[in-house]
């Protein structure tokens, strides 16, 4: 697999973008038969006609990508303007297969046409955020690839929530997977601080939870955050978060969810989430400086294991998927979170978007970041 090849291009129009896209894809390696494209939101009206092109004049039959609230390109984030990010690969054709949209029942539409039987399997999906079932899609996905690792993220779009898997697709979820010979390096950082130990529901209704460890819920919430009095509880609240634990896990590997509301005489809160008794929990605080601690903990130990032989590890190109929450919203307006991984991982081919779920083995997360280097 040959080095990546990467660019972007931002305009005040999207028609301006597709020309430039095309005249730079005419700079583009002959060899490159596979295309990562991430658009902002902006160029949604225009997504399909910008794949066309691009097909057109790179001859590339292979692409993967969708669309967000704001792009990722080597050492830069893009919002709010008509803007595209392209990451060219060369793979041997025997060693990805292309995934077709997954419908609401879990089934493959057209099937994946497996170049061969691969032991193990490496995904990067995107998936539609609005169809309730995504969940349950990327958890049989997982199951039906044995020995796969998927990552990826939903669509960020006010309108069109398109993504791409050769053609233009939308409503369920959609990729590629790639052989064990494809190499990868791939993790996530939460953005938050857990605070305390894991916990017990001991009772929930929908959404609530009413007992923790048989103590009223939103007492137990108080004491882990040190609030000492509603008024501070109120006062903190943005920074406060639920994270749902992972069966079978530590308490470091949970998905983040939002508190949205609590009840001072009922001493009860609720979260963005259903909630079931025997459910574990662990609160979390999530502000810049927390963020990027975590951002910097995941970065540091990618670059232990890019470099555990004396040799290391060249990184070929990487995907980056982070929340719409982090970037810009949490991290500073000068592509802070991106330069973040050129500054530990060093220069290398990127792209990317900011999602609307994120996407790391077989769980959809909030307020993530998701790094796939591919070495």
Not at 219 to 238: I, R
Request: aromatic residues 10%; glycine residues 10%; hydrophobic residues 35%.
């Amino acid at each position: 697999m040959e080095n990546f090849f990467s660019f972007s291009s931002q305009h005040d129009s999207a028609k301006n973008v597709i020309n430039d896209c095309v005249h730079q894809l005419g700079t583009a390696p002959t060899d490159a038969n596979f295309g990562f494209i991430y658009t902002t939101d902006s160029m949604t009206a225009n997504f399909p006609e910008l794949i066309k092109q691009c097909k057109a004049a790179s001859g590339i039959k292979h692409w993967v990508g969708t669309i967000g609230l704001g792009i990722i390109t080597t050492n830069k984030e893009i919002y709010d303007k008509p803007a595209a990010s392209i990451m060219l690969a060369n793979f041997d054709e025997n060693e990805f297969a292309m995934m077709p949209s997954v419908n609401n029942q879990g089934e493959l539409t057209s099937g994946i046409h497996w170049p061969h039987e691969f032991a193990t399997n490496f995904g990067v999906i995107h998936g539609d955020p609005f169809n309730d079932e995504t969940q349950n899609l990327i958890e049989d996905l997982q199951q039906q690839l044995e020995n796969g690792f998927i990552v990826g993220g939903l669509t960020s779009s006010r309108s069109k929530q398109y993504q791409v898997s050769n053609d233009v697709v939308s409503g369920g979820i959609s990729g590629v997977v790639f052989s064990e010979e494809i190499g990868v390096v791939t993790n996530l950082s939460q953005g938050c601080s857990p605070v305390g130990v894991k916990h017990t529901i001991t009772k929930a209704s929908e959404n609530t939870a009413l007992t923790i460890d048989k103590k009223p819920a939103l007492e137990v919430m108080m004491h882990d955050m040190g609030v000492s009095n509603y008024k501070e509880l109120s006062d903190n609240a943005n920074e406060i978060f639920a994270g749902l634990c992972i069966p079978g896990s530590d308490k470091s590997d949970y998905t983040i969810r939002n508190i949205v509301g609590f009840d001072i005489s009922h001493n009860i809160f609720a979260i963005n989430d259903f909630l079931a008794d025997d459910d574990e929990i662990i609160f979390c605080n999530r502000n810049e400086q927390a963020a990027i601690d975590d951002m910097q903990h995941m970065l540091d130990n990618m670059a232990k294991r890019l470099n555990k032989d004396s040799s290391g590890y060249q990184i070929k190109g990487g995907i980056y998927v982070s929340c719409m929450g982090r970037g810009r919203e949490q991290f500073g307006n000068d592509s802070e979170e991106i330069k973040l991984i050129h500054k530990t991982l060093g220069d290398f081919p990127l792209t990317g978007f900011f999602a609307n779920g994120e996407i790391h083995h077989n769980k959809l997360y909030g307020y993530t970041g998701v790094l796939t280097l591919f070495i």
